[in-house]
């Protein structure tokens, strides 16, 4: 029996339950079955304008998400709509005062309204999620409704509840911008030192990660491939990346945005971050960290469970409180290419901020063997290499007697460092912080040792926000480009992409 032979008493439910995932696919497929859902067009596309992008900004949330999960409560298809959720965004102007004056006299109205406090509680409890942590539904509730007040004060615990009760009803978002607020919400709670404020949300969280696992066709976050953590990019702001993990082990994530990340495993006083599923890899192709502090450690415990990832850009900063104050750069891209060399298309590493100096620079990329565009700080060059054994930092130690100072002749050629893989080179040299005398060094020959070195190269870069110095390295062969005060180009297409 086809549709068309259905009752149409029949085919109309048939139309109303497809809506919103198969709705628009089943009204193409023949004119009678169009003609009898006809009427739901109108309310189908009114939902996805509505519906398909969300935002929670934060100073407010509160005000908003419990409006939010009223109509949620009421009509739960709506939920089926979102595509893109948005808390606290970045560069999005907020509404005016009498804008929130409303909501919350909406939001009182709603608080003095028992039967719909009672649909929402009611809401809340029958969730799946919860139950399937095994936590007390009754009393998560309790707490959210403590947060969902007018004036209600300010919880972290509570405002974790409902960040993550919101994630639970969200089959069909395909992109998630997590709040940077929530620095510590979602750590694996052994690791955060604070087991009882956050272990309920913890245990959600891997409901849900598991739900996703087993297959599940309506899995909350099933369909979401891109994540993005955007901060401040600033010198105060910190994101524990461990707080990260449960996303980064999700089978379909495949994309990573996100600024301010902390994990430096090689220094006492930071954050370090530590891979927690041992027997779980990640699913992702693509990351882009802006304004981070990583060390080699760190990064390593990332890489070494990311078996499909093919591009890899991050930018380094120094935080507050002496986190990175100085970088190994030649410990951090070895821990890139012993994970991950042989798979990489696409690398940059970049530096923004650095109060103290690159302790160790990097000599060789030759494990790269896929690599085909490379972006590079000239500063990670700057320093002595691993092979010496020799750093240079603030605090300085006692040498042996016989000791030879390192000088910069021992850098090898660029022609040499580089993959022959390799088809697109772009160089950013920062004017403040570096000379040309590096420059010159690591063009040694360059234009000689290229069609052997490097057959595959079809352009290369040097951009360049100091004065105009360009006459030996277009000598050399290579293209240069001047722009005052530029900063990395992929850097500039993150920040207008992201956080314009």
Not at 17 to 32: D, K
Not at 267 to 288: C, F, V
Not at 466 to 476: A, I, K, R, S
Request: include cysteine; aromatic fraction near 10%.
């Amino acid at each position: 029996m086809s549709l068309q032979d259905l009752p149409p008493e029949i085919l109309y439910e048939v139309i109303w339950q497809s809506m919103p995932e198969g709705f628009e696919n089943l009204m193409m497929t023949c004119r009678s079955i169009c003609e009898c859902g006809n009427s739901f067009i109108k309310t189908h596309n009114a939902r996805k304008r509505a519906w398909r992008h969300i935002s929670f900004r934060n100073v407010h949330m509160h005000l908003s998400a419990l409006i939010w999960f009223h109509q949620i409560a009421q009509e739960p298809i709506l939920a089926r709509y979102i595509e893109v959720v948005e808390f606290d965004p970045n560069g999005v102007e907020f509404e005016p005062g009498f804008y929130w004056q409303e909501k919350a006299l909406e939001q009182k109205k709603l608080q003095n309204d028992p039967l719909a406090m009672k649909k929402i509680g009611d809401f809340i409890r029958r969730s799946p999620y919860l139950r399937m942590a095994g936590i007390d539904t009754q009393d998560w509730m309790s707490n959210m409704f403590s947060y969902l007040k007018v004036n209600a004060h300010y919880s972290s615990i509570s405002e974790n509840l409902v960040f993550t009760f919101i994630l639970t009803l969200l089959p069909n978002i395909k992109t998630l911008i997590r709040p940077k607020c929530l620095k510590y919400g979602i750590e694996p709670w052994r690791e955060c030192g604070r087991p009882h404020d956050n272990l309920d949300v913890w245990l959600v969280m891997e409901a849900i990660r598991r739900n996703i696992g087993n297959g599940s066709q309506d899995a909350a976050l099933g369909k979401l491939n891109k994540l993005q953590v955007i901060g401040g990019a600033d010198y105060d702001t910190k994101i524990a990346l461990r707080a990260l993990s449960c996303f980064l082990a999700m089978p379909n994530i495949t994309e990573l945005y996100a600024t301010d990340c902390m994990a430096t495993n090689d220094n006492m006083m930071g954050i370090a971050y530590e891979w927690y599923y041992p027997d779980i890899s990640s699913a992702l192709r693509k990351i882009e960290l802006v304004h981070c502090c990583m060390d080699g450690g760190g990064i390593a415990q990332l890489l070494a469970h990311t078996p499909q990832l093919q591009s890899f850009k991050f930018s380094r900063a120094a935080k507050r409180h002496g986190d990175g104050f100085d970088w190994n750069a030649g410990a951090f891209v070895a821990a890139i290419g012993k994970h991950v060399g042989h798979r990489l298309e696409d690398l940059a590493i970049t530096l923004e901020d650095l109060d103290g100096r690159v302790t160790e620079g990097i000599t060789s990329m030759r494990e790269f063997t896929k690599l085909e565009t490379l972006d590079l700080d000239l500063r990670v060059f700057d320093m002595p290499s691993i092979g010496p054994g020799e750093k240079c930092a603030l605090i300085k130690k006692a040498r042996e007697e016989g000791h030879v100072p390192w000088a910069r002749e021992p850098i090898p050629p660029l022609a040499q460092i580089l993959s022959p893989s390799l088809r697109r080179l772009e160089l950013f040299r920062h004017s403040d912080a570096q000379n040309l005398d590096l420059l010159h060094e690591l063009l040694v020959d360059f234009a000689s040792c290229r069609p052997k070195a490097l057959p595959k190269l079809e352009d290369c870069l040097i951009r360049d926000n100091g004065l105009p110095h360009h006459n030996h390295v277009e000598y050399e062969g290579v293209r240069w480009e001047f722009c005052f005060d530029a900063k990395p180009r992929w850097r500039e297409e993150f920040y207008d992409k992201f956080m314009a």
